[in-house]
């Protein structure tokens, strides 16, 4: 008898520290973030280059990248090859969505 109880209060130890460790570990995980969210930019962009249009929407393409762009608020085949436009918007994942084009 004196050794079930020995044992079932090293099981009841066990548990409780299980319980705790894991109580810290989850404490000192880092937040999680949405996927992406890391490399999302914030704020106004604003980029130099040539808008051109592909059969999937319109790229920009400047001295060092290419980048996927969008608008609600202009008609981007307006400035199809018109040589270098400055364009400024903001990121949503990897399309930058324009507001204003100079």
């Known amino acids: 008898m004196l050794?079930?109880?020995?044992?079932?209060?090293?099981?009841?130890?066990?548990?409780?520290?299980?319980?705790l460790l894991s109580g810290c570990s989850i404490l000192q995980s880092p937040v999680a973030t949405?996927?992406?969210?890391?490399?999302?930019?914030?704020?106004?962009?604003?980029?130099t280059g040539v808008i051109s249009a592909t059969s999937s929407g319109f790229l920009l393409t400047t001295d060092t990248l290419t980048i996927a762009i969008d608008s609600y608020a202009l008609d981007l085949s307006a400035y199809?090859?018109?040589?270098?436009?400055?364009?400024?918007?903001?990121?949503?994942?990897?399309?930058?969505?324009i507001g204003s084009i100079e």
Request: glycine share 10%.
């Open 3 to 19: 050794l079930l109880m020995r044992h079932h209060s090293a099981v009841l130890v066990i548990v409780f520290l299980s319980v």
């Open 34 to 47: 949405p996927a992406g969210s890391a490399d999302q930019k914030q704020g106004d962009t604003q980029l």
């Open 80 to 97: 199809l090859d018109q040589g270098p436009v400055t364009v400024t918007g903001q990121y949503s994942g990897d399309t930058l969505f």
